[in-house]
């Protein structure tokens, strides 16, 4: 009783919370969307509206408010009085002296003010690890995990709520990118240096975006040409495995109005590596070019936004000797696998805001992407020429300011024309097959905040594909904060995906197993529900900060790749049975003092789907996952200290099949391991130098490719990976700013 009457204290009794609202504009009063606000010394921040506004809870152990964007000069606002209102103005970007500093900003901040579970990992938070793409920005971060799909190709998988990639919505600058054949490898397109920002946003998402958030949405925000600065940014880095990158982009102002950027990309990873001495190469030769070019127009009352982008990637793999055995073709042909990527991006972004008071705007996305690839696995090809084409039209307003309603329609096509051969038998021909998906859709989503302690979200969509028909995409999130100690939150949603099988999973075809694709199979449909609470607790003149959530998906239909059936076969069929997937995570963030913090994480998962109409684990999905992170940074900001201790729960494998002295190829489980990662940062007043390692506890899986010495039988199989393929990695960068 006694601990149920402190819970019912600390959640109920304790005082209200207070909120401080405002903007955050440039000189010319134009918005700032996505500048970070947080309290000085606090754990607690937020990011701005598209019209640069933002609500932020009163900080009890901090009175000073920084405003914070890329290119511009931080602000700080001392708030003394309770339900505040604070405009911030930002002025062009001044860089600091080395013996001046007005204030830290926040890495990983999570947005207490939104009613969705959501962080935002900021660009200070990318520069705590090598970032080289954007598959490498989430070494740090503990609801995201980043594996590895195939030992072959290399090819990476985001991992969100314990399942799959294929699950959450990939966004850039909310619209729905990286899609079907983009996906195996689309972790590599993005580079980090490119990137202002990554949202996170964790179980059923917002209706605005689609129907295709299962898990959640990721949002990538790149760079903008609009602040104020004419500026040029550098950036070069080389590890010890001899991979070589260099990014540069620099923005000009035409006028007051008009603005352009460019950013630019070139890695080069041509080094062959075979420390296992497998005679397979431990990861894949690279060589990737990538450019983005941006405009922007800020209008008092009209915005508008484009860009076009162009990618050009080679990546190459497979033997690079005869294994042990020598073993190989009768002809003596190496077991080679080829990949070679074209992708050409362009959009535009219009908006017009009728009233800035209420945030009363209508807006209008139009995107198109062609990606082309052509694949080759030993004898095995893919190809496919990928065209999308994407519109959304939307309108917003607080009507009062407890009520927000949005509404808009949408428009989604996909054509896929591919060319293919699943067997390495040269004689056999190659099947020519087409798809195409057109889905319009229309939304509408209301928003009720009352006095900020209670927020009510509700949207439903309704879509017409026009190969399943007629769907509805109903979703609804809680927020509740009774107090400054503790807010709660509570979701539930649904979510629909088309799976276009080849396109998603090609990478699959480097294994020997034969690939067995059902008809017809169907669109998959899902559930998500989801609780969290969130705490910040005043202790000793700093913010304890303790978040827990539970997650659990269930699908209505999925579809199933089976590895369990047949250990020579991938089966890709519909869900016959159960599955569904449970997370609980903890995380705990703590600032022990002026520019030390620590942060601890802790997620059990439980996914399990029917395979062969046997309930089963789900295979190569670990049970745990603990994360470590601490930062340093000395008081004149010369020095910053990062290190990442990680440690990953084993699991079950698929099932192996037997060797000719009746022994399994592989064992059920794996197990588990550590790796740990530093960095370690020297700033000066234009440039900085970074030197770090990852894994450096040299962990890797041995044998990762069953049967290597037979690429060309039944018997190999790459698919079988549950950890990393490389050892340790050591690595330098140079940063200018100028």
């Known amino acids: 009783m006694r601990f149920l009457s402190i819970i019912f204290f600390v959640c109920f009794v304790m005082p209200s919370h207070a909120q401080v609202k405002g903007t955050v504009k440039d000189a010319k009063g134009n918005p700032i969307f996505m500048a970070n606000v947080f309290w000085l010394g606090a754990t607690q921040g937020t990011s701005t509206a598209e019209n640069g506004s933002f609500s932020i809870e009163k900080s009890s152990e901090s009175n000073k408010l920084i405003a914070s964007f890329v290119g511009f000069a931080n602000d700080t606002v001392l708030v003394k009085s309770k339900n505040a209102t604070v405009n911030f103005v930002l002025q062009e970007g001044v860089m600091l002296e080395e013996s001046t500093v007005i204030a830290r900003k926040l890495g990983l901040i999570k947005i207490r003010s939104s009613v969705l579970n959501e962080e935002m990992i900021s660009s200070s938070e990318l520069l705590r690890a090598a970032c080289c793409n954007l598959g490498e920005s989430f070494t740090t971060n503990p609801s995201v995990d980043v594996s590895y799909s195939d030992a072959a190709t290399g090819a990476k998988q985001i991992r969100l709520l314990g399942l799959s990639g294929t699950y959450v919505q990939m966004l850039t600058e909310n619209f729905p990118n990286y899609r079907g054949a983009a996906a195996p490898?689309?972790?590599?397109?993005?580079?980090?240096?490119?990137?202002?920002?990554?949202?996170?946003?964790?179980?059923?998402?917002?209706?605005?975006?689609?129907?295709?958030?299962?898990?959640?949405?990721?949002?990538?925000?790149?760079?903008?040409?609009?602040?104020?600065?004419?500026?040029?940014?550098?950036?070069?880095?080389?590890?010890?495995?001899?991979?070589?990158?260099?990014?540069?982009?620099?923005?000009?102002?035409?006028?007051?109005?008009?603005?352009?950027?460019?950013?630019?990309?070139?890695?080069?990873?041509?080094?062959?590596?075979?420390?296992?001495?497998?005679?397979?190469?431990?990861?894949?030769?690279?060589?990737?070019?990538?450019?983005?070019?941006?405009?922007?127009?800020?209008?008092?009352h009209y915005v508008f936004q484009a860009a076009i982008k162009a990618l050009k990637e080679d990546r190459s793999s497979g033997q690079s000797t005869h294994s042990h055995s020598g073993a190989a073709m009768p002809e003596g042909e190496l077991?080679?696998?080829?990949?070679?990527?074209?992708?050409?991006?362009?959009?535009?972004?219009?908006?017009?805001?009728?009233?800035?008071?209420?945030?009363?705007?209508?807006?209008?996305?139009?995107?198109?992407?062609?990606?082309?690839?052509?694949?080759?696995?030993?004898h095995k090809f893919y190809n496919v020429n990928q065209k999308n084409?994407?519109?959304?039209?939307?309108?917003?307003?607080?009507?009062?300011?407890?009520?927000?309603?949005?509404?808009?329609?949408?428009?989604?096509?996909?054509?896929?024309?591919?060319?293919?051969?699943?067997?390495?038998?040269?004689?056999?021909?190659?099947?020519?097959?087409?798809?195409?998906?057109?889905?319009?859709?229309?939304?509408?989503?209301?928003?009720?905040?009352?006095?900020?302690?209670?927020?009510?979200?509700?949207?439903?969509?309704?879509?017409?594909?026009?190969?399943?028909?007629?769907?509805?995409?109903?979703?609804?999130?809680?927020?509740?904060?009774?107090?400054?100690?503790?807010?709660?939150r509570f979701s539930v949603g649904k979510g629909y995906r088309t799976n276009h099988v080849l396109a998603e999973n090609n990478f699959l075809l480097a294994s020997g197993r034969k690939v067995v694709i059902d008809n017809h199979l169907k669109q998959e449909e899902a559930w998500n529900y989801g609780t969290s609470v969130a705490t910040y607790i005043p202790l000793f003149g700093h913010t304890l900060n303790i978040n827990a959530e539970y997650y659990y998906t269930r699908f209505q239909n999925q579809l199933v790749v089976d590895l369990d059936s047949d250990p020579h076969q991938i089966h890709f069929a519909n869900l016959d049975g159960k599955s569904y997937s449970h997370t609980f995570q903890v995380e705990v963030n703590y600032p022990f003092f002026r520019g030390f913090n620590l942060m601890g994480a802790y997620r059990l998962t439980d996914v399990q789907t029917t395979f062969n109409q046997e309930l089963r684990k789900k295979p190569l999905t670990g049970r745990y996952k603990a994360l470590l992170t601490a930062t340093y940074?000395?008081?004149?900001?010369?020095?910053?200290?990062?290190?990442?201790?990680?440690?990953?729960?084993?699991?079950?494998?698929?099932?192996?099949?037997?060797?000719?002295?009746?022994?399994?190829?592989?064992?059920?489980?794996?197990?588990?391991?550590?790796?740990?990662?530093?960095?370690?940062?020297?700033?000066?007043?234009?440039?900085?130098?970074?030197?770090?390692?990852?894994?450096?506890?040299?962990?890797?899986?041995?044998?990762?490719?069953?049967?290597?010495?037979?690429?060309?039988?039944?018997?190999?199989?790459?698919?079988?990976?549950?950890?990393?393929?490389?050892?340790?990695?050591?690595?330098i960068g140079v940063r200018v700013n100028i």
């Open 633 to 731: 940074k000395t008081p004149l900001d010369k020095w910053q200290f990062d290190v990442t201790l990680q440690f990953n729960g084993g699991g079950r494998m698929p099932t192996p099949y037997l060797l000719e002295d009746g022994t399994p190829a592989w064992e059920a489980n794996y197990h588990s391991y550590r790796q740990l990662s530093a960095q370690v940062s020297r700033f000066f007043k234009h440039w900085s130098v970074y030197v770090g390692g990852e894994n450096m506890t040299n962990f890797k899986q041995k044998n990762p490719i069953i049967g290597a010495e037979h690429p060309w039988s039944d018997h190999f199989d790459s698919t079988m990976i549950w950890g990393p393929v490389h050892g340790s990695i050591y690595y």
């Open 335 to 378: 077991y080679s696998i080829g990949l070679k990527t074209k992708r050409y991006e362009a959009f535009t972004k219009n908006a017009y805001i009728f009233n800035k008071e209420k945030s009363t705007n209508v807006a209008l996305i139009l995107s198109g992407s062609i990606h082309q690839l052509d694949a080759l696995y030993g």
């Open 389 to 488: 084409l994407y519109a959304s039209l939307m309108f917003e307003s607080n009507i009062t300011k407890e009520h927000n309603i949005s509404t808009g329609l949408s428009l989604n096509h996909d054509y896929y024309d591919q060319d293919y051969r699943l067997t390495n038998r040269l004689e056999e021909e190659g099947i020519t097959s087409k798809e195409k998906e057109t889905v319009p859709g229309a939304y509408v989503q209301y928003t009720f905040n009352w006095n900020d302690k209670l927020v009510l979200m509700g949207g439903i969509r309704a879509d017409h594909s026009s190969e399943y028909g007629f769907f509805v995409t109903p979703r609804a999130h809680i927020k509740y904060n009774p107090n400054d100690i503790i807010n709660f």
């Open 185 to 300: 490898f689309s972790l590599g397109y993005v580079p980090g240096p490119w990137m202002q920002s990554i949202q996170v946003s964790k179980g059923s998402s917002s209706v605005k975006n689609g129907y295709e958030s299962i898990t959640g949405q990721i949002n990538i925000e790149f760079k903008k040409p609009q602040v104020p600065e004419n500026h040029l940014y550098l950036n070069v880095f080389a590890n010890h495995k001899e991979r070589y990158e260099g990014n540069i982009d620099g923005n000009v102002h035409i006028n007051k109005r008009l603005s352009t950027s460019i950013l630019a990309h070139y890695e080069n990873e041509t080094k062959t590596h075979d420390d296992n001495g497998d005679g397979f190469l431990d990861m894949p030769r690279v060589e990737q070019y990538n450019l983005q070019n941006r405009w922007a127009w800020m209008g008092d």
